[in-house]
């Protein structure tokens, strides 16, 4: 009865708290470039929208460990900001963005198996 599941305390990439932590800092941040229009989007009713929010929840679950399921919501936010966006020309981001996101990706597997082997 006294025996405890360590393997199940393991899983865990760490404190709860932590990933508070990171949400506060997280979103700290993004009030920061929000209020002082980093970006250049306007207002700060333009830097929280539902693509932001994707990107937000991607770049947060990136910090939490979590690669692929982030970058794929950080592709879809930037995917959807991109008429926003004037960073790079539409015709060149549209041929080289999913190819490169897809590269990222695999990368990010490669990734986290080095990150849960050395756990």
């Known amino acids: 009865m006294g025996h405890k599941n360590y393997y199940h305390d393991h899983e865990r990439e ?3 708290l ?7 800092i997280l979103l700290g ?4 470039v929000a209020t002082n229009d980093l970006l250049n989007l306007g207002g700060v009713s333009e830097y929280f929208t539902w ?3 994707l990107i937000f929840i991607g770049v947060l679950l990136m910090l939490n460990l979590q690669f692929v399921g982030g970058l794929i919501m950080v592709a879809w936010g930037i995917w959807f900001l991109q008429d926003e ?3 790079i020309p539409h ?3 549209r041929i080289y963005y999913w190819p490169a996101v897809i590269g990222l990706v695999g990368l990010s597997f490669i ?3 080095f990150i849960k082997r050395r756990k």
Request: hydrophobic share 60%.
């Open 111 to 113: 990734l986290s198996s």
């Open 18 to 24: 932590v990933g508070v932590g990171l949400f506060f």
């Open 51 to 53: 693509q932001t929010v």
């Open 29 to 32: 941040t993004a009030l920061l």
């Open 14 to 16: 760490h404190h709860p």
């Open 85 to 87: 966006i004037f960073l």
């Open 91 to 93: 015709d060149v981001f």
